[in-house]
């Protein structure tokens, strides 16, 4: 199962981790895992490029962990994770044995 953790503190996103492979089907052709991916890929490439949102971003392929968090909060990057929130909990609606979202408050 792939689990999709949103980091928020009061109404602000600050960030988020993505672990797990969702078994949805074989690797290369999981539709679950791509969706996901996708969206988390969206994310950070909007908080770096968009937002220029100062971001920790760590990477751990083999444990298949990501974790992307602001360092400083950042109106536009909470509102770019929110939309992963969204993106996620449409996930989760059609596919809940394989992929789960979790909103944390921090």
Request: aromatic residues 8%.
């Amino acid at each position: 199962m792939t689990v999709l953790r949103i980091y928020r503190k009061g109404s602000d996103y600050i960030g988020f981790e993505c672990s797990g492979h969702s078994g949805y089907g074989e690797a290369g052709s999981d539709i679950v895992c791509a969706a996901v991916s996708t969206a988390v890929q969206f994310c950070i490439h909007c908080g770096e490029t968009i937002d220029e949102a100062p971001l920790q971003l760590s990477i751990d392929e083999d444990a298949a962990i990501i974790r992307c968090m602001s360092r400083v909060p950042n109106p536009q990057f909470s509102k770019h994770i929110a939309i992963l929130a969204a993106l996620g909990k449409s996930i989760a609606t059609e596919y809940a044995m394989y992929f789960n979202l979790e909103i944390m408050e921090v």
